[in-house]
């Protein structure tokens, strides 16, 4: 079953053969993470690709100033992992950690760049997914440097109204880049 | 004797490893005025207490490594020794907090230092051999034996030595809150002067 929902979100993104999905297939493993496990360190190199099938995780950087800076978040249907990271197989900038309980099929790196090697169709999906990871990230960042407070939780409700009930408040703060005060207010303010 | 799934348990050794990366990271952006504060007269500062950390991984990130790559292959359950079992769970912080307090051997125990961000990163360089090593780990027999740095003729089998020195480790990152929290006299929270935002 959890072969199933890979399969229906890889559909989506770019069809494969019947031949080129059972090879893609067969190297996931499941995987079960109790809540606030870290996955990845930053400065070690991503060695997984996730697929999350439970649960909630995040991205997060540690600036200078201790400043903590939640960059993404992630929750079933999607890949997870710190995507440069394993893409490029140099040292994450970033931790990448379980909010709560999760469950995951996981690969390796050599897994995925041995298919990849071998199906052009299986790296041209990859590719797709990492495109529309770009475009996830440039709109972003366009958004946090152009909409006021308000406009920035409006937009994360209407895109993923879930959030408020997945994730703790002071995580979706740092992600708007919105200080937990302004945050609680907007809140506050929220039509139910 | 207490049996793990040598997979599982190397994975969780590597998250609990992984928790000390981060907390350090936070650790090296801190006021180093406050790393370097002795709590209290032969009381150990925070740098001191890292310090006392690095001392151990000196001795037995190398130990480790010539143990496992001289070993064999993997084997699916890990069956701890009970001496091995037995000094982790003294190690071993509970519920957060340190009860029985142990006095360090001679060559562990830390000199006052001058400069805090040299000895954090040793910290952080060992933490990543660690986890390469763990990582290493997953493929070689951990039931191989690794002499203690008391003395070579205790040995404890590679599972057991990982699980000991990380619980170690745990122990004296219990005494770095409070001792951050004594320092600065807060109650802090455990995540180190960190903010969320």
Not at chain 1, 34 to 57: M, N, P, S
Not at chain 2, 22 to 49: H, M, Y
Request: with cysteine; hydrophobic share 40%; glycine share 6%.
């Amino acid at each position: 079953m959890p072969l199933q929902q890979l399969q229906q979100f890889v559909s989506l993104i770019y069809p494969l053969k019947e031949k080129e999905w059972n090879a893609f297939a067969a190297i996931w493993s499941p995987l079960e993470c109790r809540r606030k496990t870290i996955l990845t360190a930053a400065g070690e190199t991503e060695r997984h690709l996730y697929f999350v099938l439970e649960g909630v995780q995040r991205a997060f950087y540690i600036g200078d100033d201790n400043k903590e800076a939640t960059l993404v978040f992630t929750y079933p249907p999607s890949f997870a992992g710190v995507a440069d990271s394993f893409l490029t197989q140099t040292p994450s900038h970033y931790f990448f950690e379980t909010l709560t309980a999760s469950r995951f099929l996981r690969t390796s790196y050599r897994q995925a760049e041995e298919l990849m090697q071998q199906y052009p169709n299986i790296q041209r999906m990859v590719l797709n997914v990492t495109a529309l990871a770009l475009k996830g990230v440039l709109v972003r960042q366009a958004e946090l440097q152009c909409f006021s407070a308000e406009e920035k939780f409006r937009t994360l409700l209407k895109r993923s109204p879930h959030v408020l009930q997945l994730i703790p408040h002071k995580y979706l703060a740092s992600y708007l880049g919105i200080d937990p005060a302004t945050f609680s207010k907007l809140l506050g303010s929220k039509k139910i | 004797m207490k049996s793990f799934d040598s997979l599982s348990l190397l994975e969780q050794l590597q998250a609990d490893t992984r928790q000390l990366i981060a907390t350090a990271t936070f650790l090296k952006n801190e006021d180093p005025g406050i790393l370097l504060e002795q709590p209290g007269a032969g009381r150990w500062s925070v740098i001191q207490v890292l310090e006392h950390l690095n001392s151990y991984g000196v001795y037995y990130l190398p130990a480790l490594k010539n143990g496992l790559m001289n070993g064999d292959a993997a084997v699916n359950i890990f069956r701890s020794g009970w001496l091995g079992n037995y000094f982790t769970q003294l190690m071993l912080p509970k519920e957060g907090r340190v009860k029985n307090k142990m006095k360090a051997p001679k060559d562990h125990r830390p000199a006052f230092h001058v400069d805090a961000q040299p000895v954090i990163e040793t910290f952080l360089q060992q933490q990543h051999q660690l986890l390469e090593l763990l990582e290493l780990a997953k493929q070689k027999n951990i039931g191989i034996r690794i002499p203690t740095s008391l003395t070579k003729l205790i040995r404890l089998k590679a599972g057991d030595t990982f699980r000991f020195f990380i619980a170690h480790e745990q122990r004296h990152f219990v005494q770095i809150e409070n001792t951050l929290a004594e320092v600065r006299n807060t109650t802090g929270k455990f995540q180190v002067a960190h903010q969320a935002g």
